[in-house]
């Protein structure tokens, strides 16, 4: 007894609050949650419950580094501190500034196909403006520029999904090897084998597998089961059903983001099947 009293002592005395060494910092709407909460089922990974928006928001980043890891869960030494907010992605400054903290700090970024995530960016907001009782065009009149009846490349959700301008910003600063690339299509589908990939990338133990995992009939999606009686599938926000599109309006679309693409595919020379 008095050897295992002493055992805790020293663990939980090596239990602290410490910065992120894996941020995942992307993209919106690509099932960042999913992952954060399917990682945290990791008894070697710890994981930050709210999104910090630290590094793109000044007045946030002015708080200080102190300020952030006191925002950390506890940690273990051995253990992964892992932070999520998928408004890191699109921010010019980001890079540098997390490179600023740690230069060796693992990125991870999850891409969907570029026009779903485009229709699910639109989805959220409508269901906010929704709650809100404010009212949104139908996407067709959004997403397509009246004018040149082209796609409308000042909308926001179309601007996120060109992947590439925004890539360029964390190859400027941090090497490619140091960023992992998640199918954000394929964590729905199949998440062990992407949750696998990440696990090698972040050199832990290959834990995260289909005993923890299983596939809700009713929700559509895979949810998570925490203990022996406890599942937990993601909230009602994600895997919303998304509208009907006009057919021609997602094949502009698809052919419009065709050539960012490629320039996404040979920025990070990886591939993937969105033609
Ligand atoms: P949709 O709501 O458009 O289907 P984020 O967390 O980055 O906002 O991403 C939300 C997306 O995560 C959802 O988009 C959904 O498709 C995807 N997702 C992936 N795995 C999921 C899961 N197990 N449960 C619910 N949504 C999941």
Redesign the pocket.
Known sequence: ARMSSLHTNVSNAAMTQRLPNCIII?????????????LSLHPSIVTAEDEMHFFNDDERYRMGLEWYRHHMPLSLPHQVTVEKT?GYFISPIAPRRIHRMNSTVKLVV?L?HPT??T???Y??IFYNKQGKNESLDVFEDIAIDPDTGEVNTRYKAVQISMYHHHFRHWLDVFPRHQIHVVD?DR??TD?VSEIERIEDFLGVERRVNYDL?YY?QT?G???MRKNATVQK??GA??????PDIEPSVIRKLNRFFEPHNKQLFDLIRQWFPWS
């Open positions: 992307g993209v919106r709407k690509c099932g960042t949650r999913a992952l954060l909460e399917f998928p999850l969907r779903t995530r229709v699910s960016d989805t959220q954000g964590l729905i998440p995992l809700n929700r999606f895979y949810c599938c993601l926000s994600k895997g919303r059903k998304h």
